[in-house]
């Protein structure tokens, strides 16, 4: 046992105390980071994927009927397309009966107040 500890030696039991605590934040944090990467990359794919099954089915409609459907509700019914109306925002715009509508996918903003 040390009567006159060093500063140097204070400090160190001190870092040595803190590191398990420092450790955890940090593996916490690299979990966080990557799960949050994540759900943004998979919203990216579902933002895509529902563009893409919107257009061919506005795309086969007109395959098999010789138009192309008046309204997004129209493809959603037929093709039974679903999708989540708090994380997108889909624009359907008909062209009329013979031109491709225009059809846009946009995510919403997921702010908390």
């Known amino acids: 046992m040390d009567l006159f500890e060093t500063r ?4 160190k039991k001190i870092f040595l105390s803190l590191l398990p605590f420092v450790f955890i934040v940090c593996v916490c944090l690299a979990f966080y980071l990557g799960i949050n990467s994540t759900d943004k990359d998979v919203t990216a794919k579902e933002q895509i994927t529902l563009e893409q099954a919107l257009h061919k089915g ?56």
């Open 8 to 11: 140097r030696a204070k400090i």
């Open 58 to 113: 506005a795309i086969r409609t007109y395959a098999l009927t010789g138009r192309y459907p008046g309204s997004l509700d129209e493809i959603l019914s037929d093709y039974h397309i679903s999708y989540n109306p708090d994380k997108f925002i889909v624009e359907y715009i008909p062209n009329g009966s013979n031109l491709l509508p225009s059809i846009s996918v946009l995510i919403k903003n997921q702010r908390k107040e």
